[in-house]
């Protein structure tokens, strides 16, 4: 069974830019949450979709944003990229059965960007 | 707000050497689940163990051996006869229920870098 993909795998962009960071999750997962790791504030919440819809969001400006597709692959995006942005993005899907399901999340491989 | 402690930032030990590696918390709920990752160099976070508020049981699973207890909001993780594939950042997280029991997010903390030399 494959695991969570994530591309790609590592980009350089400018302060000013914008970049689109895609996760498929395993199959047949239909939860996908983002998280960003830096080592100032370790792990942090973006985002979290279930069919097609954000159910819940951390605390991040608005320049962060996603979506998830029918087929429950996601993508984000951060628009005005800042310096500060420079991390590893992670995404992780959960067998997320509607309701009752308490699973762990599985983590893909993650996407490290550098704002230059 | 919920709040995961690991104090220690980094744990360096010799090969075969038992080492446990700690992780507070604090939450105000009364349902929640706790859980360690291991991230390797590749990046990708690792699931250990998952258990549930109402589960004090300590579990073993092989070499790795967990230690919850509510009465300290601690939920300790030990290594026993560590090897050099032991070498990691190691991750408490605590997740936070939405309604209907369904998980919603970890909070993570800060990470326990542990070397093992050979």
């Known amino acids: 069974k494959a695991g969570v993909t994530q591309t790609p795998r590592y980009l350089i962009k400018t302060r000013g830019q914008q970049v689109t960071l895609s996760c498929s999750p395993i199959?047949?997962?239909?939860?996908v949450s983002w998280y960003q790791q830096t080592p100032g504030q370790g792990l942090q919440f973006l985002f979290e979709?279930?069919?097609?819809?954000?159910?819940n969001k951390g605390n991040f400006p608005g320049r962060f944003s996603g979506r998830q597709f029918s087929n429950s692959r996601s993508e984000m995006n951060v628009s005005t990229l800042e310096l500060g942005d420079s991390a590893l993005y992670l995404c992780?899907?959960?067998?997320?059965?509607?309701?009752?399901?308490?699973?762990?999340?599985?983590f893909g491989e993650g996407s490290r960007l550098t704002v230059l | 707000a919920q709040k995961v402690t690991q104090a220690q930032t980094e744990i360096s030990v010799v090969e075969k050497e038992d080492v446990t590696l700690d992780c507070v918390y604090e939450?105000?709920?009364?349902?929640?689940?706790l859980f360690w990752y291991k991230q390797p160099p590749s990046g990708e976070l690792v699931f250990l163990i998952r258990?549930?508020?109402?589960?004090?049981q300590n579990e073993i699973s092989g070499r790795y051996s967990w230690n919850f207890q509510k009465s300290t909001s601690s939920f300790n993780f030990t290594i026993t006869a560590s090897q050099v594939v032991d070498s990691a950042v190691y991750f408490c997280?605590?997740?936070?229920?939405?309604?209907?029991?369904?998980?919603?997010?970890?909070?993570f903390g800060k990470g326990t870098l542990l070397t093992v030399n050979p």
């Open positions: 979709y279930f069919s097609e819809t954000q159910r």
């Open positions: 939450t105000r709920d009364t349902t929640y689940y």
């Open positions: 992780a899907s959960s067998p997320e059965t509607g309701g009752t399901n308490t699973g762990e999340l599985f």
């Open positions: 258990r549930n508020s109402f589960d004090e």
């Open positions: 199959s047949g997962h239909r939860s």
């Open positions: 997280a605590l997740s936070e229920l939405r309604s209907g029991g369904s998980n919603y997010k970890l909070t």
